[in-house]
């Protein structure tokens, strides 16, 4: 028992806060970017990620020996992580799924439908990275051994969910799917909307679905 407490507080998997990423590249390149963490964002096992957390891992690793996973999996590796930064919000990521693979292109297309819309991180943890506060039962995490950011389907945080979609890896469908989901549109304008938003959008525009809509708009009224 000792030892299995030993390597939980050794190696500990968390998703904490609004997690958010869009993809930004073509179906080819199967890139992708967000927040794999939120500083100051509860989750739901009481865990609290502090700004400056990542400082150490950031300067002594280079962002491919960050291993990008699928659902905390050490033997599926699925892309790599070609850039990671802290900034005031969180802990930023731009990624690249290995579209030569069969769980590369499969991961890619979840990510277009929403079906697969969230992140979560795994690291290593020594006790004076963390303090517990016994009354809250919350544990504020100030430094992390970041080893790995997996794309998951269910998030410790409720709010983890993709918020921006490109509209030039979607089809018509799936812009309509995402319209009428967001509930921005009613399901008949959903269907318009997405047909004008489709054929006026260039192929290599990269706007996401609400800046596009404003460029639509605009568009109409000149």
Sequence with gaps: METEKI??????????????????????????????????????????????????????????????????????????????????????????????????REVFELMKMGALDSMSIGYRLNPEGYKYDPKTRKRSIKEVDLMEISLVTFPMNPKATVTKVKVAEMTERELEKVLRDAHIFSNDLSKHTASLLHKSIHVDDQRDVVECIKALTNKLKT
Excluded at 12 to 39: H, M, N, R
Excluded at 63 to 82: F, W
Excluded at 86 to 103: F, P, S, V, W
């Design 7 to 104: 390597e939980d507080e050794l190696f500990s998997k968390v998703d904490t806060g609004d997690c958010e990423f869009k993809q930004v590249g073509d179906d080819d390149e199967g890139t992708f970017e967000g927040y794999a963490s939120i500083f100051g964002n509860k989750d739901l096992g009481n865990d609290v990620i502090k700004a400056g957390a990542f400082t150490n891992s950031i300067k002594n690793r280079n962002p491919k020996n960050i291993k990008l996973l699928y659902q905390h999996k050490t033997d599926e590796p699925i892309g790599v992580i070609e850039s990671i930064v802290e900034d005031r919000k969180g802990l930023k990521i731009e990624g690249r799924l290995a579209m030569g693979t069969q769980k590369g």
